[in-house]
């Protein structure tokens, strides 16, 4: 499938079935409300009233009710949206453009350099990824969002490079390959030209249960207060802060944990949907 | 003779592209009777590997065997029969042996355990008497040195070995009737032969009924007692294999004849039948076999009759069967 | 076969060794070094930070550090903890069992009711229980593990009062009591901490097990057996289960990660001494030396269980034993 006609003919696809349709629409609120709401929504960060207004349940004015600093809780889970998707999507980004890099050039090239390439995956595979966050992490006072977005981008192309490398490992003898290298195509040229193009689905794939993962990876981050900093909101960050008031004010964790549910859940169905269509065994 | 196996009507359907369902078998009937070989000829996609599946009710899902059809085994209804009396049946009264005897084994068993779980659904005997019974059975099929070979992995063995194995595993439960579908398909030339032979020998020696299920008309002559000829779902001409072979009479059987290469004689261009076989989904009106007929004309737009062409051989065409050969119509 | 099992044994330790390189290096990749915050922190003078950083070793040349602690962990030194200011292995071994205790409940957990529920999907695929099952599992899956701990907590432990919220003991009970009620006592405290892993886990099994009988009920020796006049539990049982073991084994093999994650979190909330909330504490201390030897230690068992995998697969399908 070419790769301009993938994007139409594959969400026509996808949204005849009805979980990955409720997926998608599920995204498209979440994304919607992650781009428009922050405006018409109070300042997540805003303090207005701590004696006051701190703690108050679910009502008229706070529709998620308000945190122990009288903060609005469903601003914060929507601020925090914001920034987890944006962090998520810029991570995966990093991260599928390494992996797709090396699972090409390992796979295309083969030889000593495919061997230490994957020597080196296999190797990096073993640490648990969170131990590799953890370790470069804990160095900081105060995280930069850059720094965090490339730490997690930089961590999580292993797999995605073993992929892509048996992809390659399965078309490299393929008749368009080998015509191509017959007209006397540079190496280059038939890894990103030829290549390339032909692993977008499972990379697709790969990279959309990725953005699940890095959520996930980022509000554990954020618990352990080595992800996204304050004040900026984030849904780890707020289930860290109602710890105290866990039973006394349910509302403060329980939202921003659906939302982290509803966004991995969401993510999670669509990638197995997509990987449904992409697979080429399908006959 | 007593008849051992009686198929009416039998229907098998898929469901189709738009929802509708779609006869991949569309009406076959025949008969077998005890001692009887018949052999059930055509090429890939006529439905016969799905009869044979039918008479074990073996059809893959989401297939089914629409209720018209009738298969009566003795005075069994196999259609009605649920649960135990199903199993009863399946390696007890009919044995299958199934095509690609690699993909039909279990690779992580021994040959000789798989031999003796078929006789062990069957008979109240001991595992080891079970054991014994399976070597026995290797030995019969003429595998040399039956107790060692036994023991052996499926891909430890040769593809004709492994074909052995299968039709052992077919007699465990001595059945009275062996269904084999395309047994010698997957084997080289060589030991297509051997392999027929030892079915020869099993069958004259056990009394059994057989469903021999192929394409290879050669493999036909001299082995079967009755052909029946199938095509698109349907069985367009029955008859005793020398009444078929002397005269075929269905220009869709002539044509199989026809393009068969011969080494003797004139050498000739080779005449295959023009045009492809035609998918389930898709089945021509009236007579399938109508696009690709050189004798085609007006009444084959409506589905041709089943009548006599001679005695016990009949064919489902609207030509009349002139005394002689069709063929000298061009 | 055994030249194989030599060859995938030395393919262990090198890959053993390349975790150790770079981890090392991992960690001074970070800019600053591991001291630069006890500064800011512990207000350490700069003469005690120079100490320090000799006493550590930290003003040698970054390879010479390295082959320094290489030696070291071959050895079985792992440092010092900069927090507990005892041995980073001591600590580790102390911490270890709790650890061991929980991950390997959560295993048995998944293996066997994982297991089951992939077949029961395989064979009811398509229909409306298959796909509820999915959407469990997926929605188990999609949780922070974290989140959920706090909330069972929350809601099993303080509302209700059925179940101990933290630790492993009841302190109150004396260490003399009979053997049967300290056991209760554990079990007790296991349930959520299980509860909790299990759930965020076990979909990955239910969805291998299930897809790997996909593959292998239309296969032609499944409709062979069932031809031979098996009854159809006997076929599912013997044949089916069998030949699925395979990618599942494989899964086994990539467990241990998922579950070292989700035990750093899980032990943080439900305070289980275990290793996972050792590493949670050790961030919070930037305490490297721990860190490091944590990670080393999880690693290790990672490309152990690579391995064991993949000599149980060599051993169970007669394929590759007697090739």
């Not at chain 3, 041995?87 to 998944?110: C, D, F, H, K, Q």
Request: contains cysteine; proline residues 7%.
């Amino acid at each position: 499938m070419g790769l301009t006609e993938l994007p139409g003919s594959l969400i026509a696809g996808l949204w005849r079935q009805p979980s990955a349709r409720a997926a998608l629409v599920t995204l498209g609120i979440i994304t919607a409300m992650a781009i428009a709401g922050p405006p018409f929504l109070p300042d997540p960060a805003a303090q207005p009233d701590v004696v006051g207004q701190a703690l108050l349940p679910p009502g008229a004015g706070h529709p998620f009710g308000t945190d122990q600093l009288s903060r609005d809780v469903l601003a914060r889970v929507v601020g925090g949206a914001r920034i987890s998707l944006a962090v998520a999507g810029l991570a995966v980004l990093v991260s599928v453009t390494i992996g797709a890099g090396v699972g090409l050039v390992a796979g295309y090239l083969g030889g000593a350099v495919d061997a230490a390439l994957m020597r080196l995956v296999e190797a990096a595979l073993a640490i648990p990824r969170l131990f590799i966050l953890l370790l470069l992490l804990a160095v900081w006072d105060h995280i930069p969002l850059a720094a965090l977005i490339l730490i997690l981008g930089t961590t999580g192309w292993f797999g995605t490079s073993r992929l892509v490398r048996g992809e390659v490992l399965r078309l490299r003898h393929e008749a368009f390959v080998t015509g191509a290298e017959a007209l006397g195509a540079r190496r280059a040229r038939v890894m990103f030209r030829h290549l390339l193009p032909n692993t977008t689905g499972p990379l697709l794939v790969a990279a959309t249960l990725g953005v699940g993962d890095v959520i996930l990876l980022e509000a554990g981050l954020s618990f352990l207060g080595l992800g996204i900093q304050p004040p900026r909101p984030s849904w780890g960050g707020m289930i860290f802060d109602a710890k105290a008031v866990l039973v006394t004010a349910p509302w403060t964790s329980i939202f921003p944990g659906l939302a982290i549910l509803a966004t991995v859940l969401a993510v999670n169905v669509l990638g197995d949907a997509l990987s449904g269509a992409v697979d080429p065994r399908k006959s | 003779m007593s008849r051992v196996l009686e198929v009416e009507n039998l229907r098998v359907t898929f469901p189709g592209a738009d929802g509708r369902r779609v006869a991949a078998v569309d009406g076959v009937s025949f008969g077998l009777s005890r001692g009887e070989t018949l052999a059930l000829v055509g090429e890939s996609g006529c439905g016969k590997s799905l009869t044979a599946l039918s008479l074990l009710r073996l059809v893959p899902t989401p297939g089914r065997i629409e209720p018209e059809s009738r298969i009566r085994l003795g005075d069994a209804d196999v259609l009605g029969l649920e649960g135990a009396a199903l199993r009863a049946i399946r390696g007890r009264r009919i044995g299958m042996i199934f095509q690609d005897p690699m993909t039909s084994l279990d690779p992580v068993f021994r040959v000789g355990d798989q031999i003796a779980e078929g006789i062990l659904a069957h008979f109240p005997v001991s595992k080891r008497e079970a054991r014994e019974r399976a070597i026995t059975l290797l030995r019969d099929v003429g595998i040399p040195d039956p107790s060692a070979r036994a023991d052996a992995f499926p891909h430890q063995l040769s593809g004709g070995m492994r074909q052995r194995v299968m039709i052992a595993i077919a007699l465990a439960a001595e059945p009275e009737i062996l269904v084999a579908d395309e047994p010698t398909t997957a084997l080289d030339v060589t030991v297509q032969a051997q392999i027929l032979e030892v079915l020869d020998g099993l069958r004259t020696a056990r009394g059994m009924a057989v469903l021999l299920i192929t394409h290879d008309l050669g493999i036909v002559a001299g082995r079967a007692d009755r052909v029946a000829v199938m095509y698109a779902g349907q069985i367009v001409e029955e008859a005793p294999t020398a009444g078929l072979f002397a005269r075929p009479s269905h220009p869709y059987t002539q044509g199989l004849f026809e393009s068969i290469p011969r080494l003797t004689g004139p050498v000739e261009r080779l005449r295959p039948i023009p045009g492809t076989v035609p998918s389930a989904t898709a089945w021509p009106s009236g007579c399938r076999f109508r696009p690709r007929c050189p004798h085609a004309f007006e009444p084959c737009g409506r589905e041709p009759p089943v009548h006599e062409v001679a005695p016990d051989q009949r064919m489902r065409c609207w030509l009349e069967s002139e005394k002689g050969d069709l063929r000298s119509e061009k | 076969m055994s030249r194989w099992l030599l060859g995938r044994l030395l393919q262990a330790v090198v890959t053993l060794v390349l975790v150790a390189v770079l981890l090392f290096f991992l960690m001074r990749l970070a800019p600053g070094d591991p001291l630069s915050r006890l500064g800011a922190d512990q207000q350490m003078s700069a003469l005690e930070i120079e100490r320090l950083r000799e006493r550590y070793g930290l003003d040698q040349p970054i390879l010479r550090q390295f082959f320094v602690w290489a030696g070291g962990v071959a050895r079985g030194d792992l440092g010092v903890s900069i927090e507990y200011a005892r041995p980073v292995t001591s600590l580790i071994a102390e911490r270890l069992p709790a650890t061991l205790l929980l991950g390997g409940i959560v295993l048995l957990v998944n293996f066997t009711l994982g297991l089951w529920l992939g077949s029961v999907q395989a064979v009811r695929h398509g229909t409306a229980a298959d796909r509820w099952l999915t959407a469990v599992s997926l929605a188990g899956y999609a949780m922070p593990s974290f989140w959920l701990g706090l909330v069972l907590a929350a809601l099993v432990a303080v509302h209700w009062r059925l179940l101990p919220a933290a630790g492993m003991h009841n302190p109150l009970l004396p260490p003399d009591a009979p053997v049967w009620r300290l056991a209760l006592d554990v079990g007790a405290h296991l349930v959520l901490p299980v509860l909790t892993l299990v759930t965020v886990s076990i979909a990955s099994v239910i969805r291998y097990q299930r897809r790997a009988l996909l593959e292998v009920l239309p296969l032609p020796y499944i409709v062979a057996a069932r031809a031979k006049g098996l009854p159809e539990s006997l076929v599912l049982r013997r044949h089916a289960w069998r030949n699925a073991l395979f990618p599942v084994l494989t899964l086994a093999g990539l467990w241990l990660p998922i579950l070292a994650t989700g035990s750093v979190f899980v032990e943080a909330v439900f305070a289980w001494p275990g290793l996972g909330s050792l590493a949670a504490g050790a961030v919070g201390s930037r305490d490297y030396p721990l860190l490091m030897g944590t990670a080393l230690l999880v690693s290790a068992l990672v490309v152990l269980g690579g391995l064991l995998t993949d000599v149980a697969y060599a051993v169970l399908d007669p394929r590759i034993r007697w090739a």
